[in-house]
């Protein structure tokens, strides 16, 4: 079965500052792939999608991911987070449903 | 327009009881899928329903979990003589079909068995 790894559990940065997450998938096939965010209290929501085309992909918020067949990778990037981007990160493999990495808990110190 | 709603939003229950969690999805999704959140394991797959075709139940861990899905649209879950391991949060999400479309989340149901 495939699987999803985040490396960063806890990631703690100040405003301005630049953002990568990890994440690495195991499947060898045609991917589909998420992050999803979850900020304070509230559902889990859509940043951005990969399915196929150009590896570079942007999202919501000024938030974009990468995906590097090489490397099974799909990191999440964003330039210069903000206070508002504190929130929990999810990295997601589609096949019948998603499948999950573990999470990057993200704090912004203002 | 609406999104994925759940109900109730809490759940308090005594091990050994039954308990049923239900899910309303976005109106006209025809994919409805479960998931669940707990601290030890992450978000993972329960059940999913596609249109009329039999769910994929793979991901319920126990025969004491079954879900249904009536008229293609609400879904109930159910979990049998809960245990206390079954605390977590339970969270539905709806697709307009299956396979790339988006997951739209509802803000869960938190389940504690006592």
């Known amino acids: 079965a495939q699987s999803v790894s985040q490396h960063n559990h806890h990631v703690i940065l100040s405003e301005a500052a630049s953002l990568e997450l990890g994440c690495n998938y195991s499947y060898g096939g045609t991917v589909n792939l998420f992050w999803y965010v979850q900020y304070p209290g509230q559902h889990l929501q859509l940043l951005l999608k990969y399915f196929s085309g150009d590896p570079l992909v942007k999202g919501i918020k000024g938030f974009e991911a990468e995906f590097i067949k090489s490397k099974f990778s799909f990191n999440l990037r964003k330039p210069s987070v903000q206070w508002s981007d504190t929130a929990e990160y999810f990295c997601a493999f589609l096949e019948r449903a998603l499948t999950f990495g573990s999470g990057t808990r993200l704090q912004v110190q203002p | 327009g609406a999104g994925v709603s759940q109900s109730p939003s809490n759940k308090v229950t005594e091990k050994g009881k039954d308990v049923e969690l239900r899910c309303d999805p976005i109106?006209?999704?025809?994919?409805l899928y479960w998931y669940r959140q707990s601290l030890g394991q992450g978000l993972e797959f329960l059940i999913y329903f596609q249109g009329n075709s039999a769910p994929d139940k793979s991901g319920l861990p126990s025969d004491r979990f079954s879900a249904e899905r009536t008229g293609g649209s609400v879904s109930t879950l159910t979990i049998q003589r809960t245990q206390q391991e079954d605390s977590a949060v339970y969270l539905c999400a709806s697709s307009l079909l299956a396979s790339r479309e988006t997951q739209y989340f509802g803000p869960g149901t938190r389940l504690l068995v006592l």
């Open positions: 109106s006209g999704h025809t994919a």
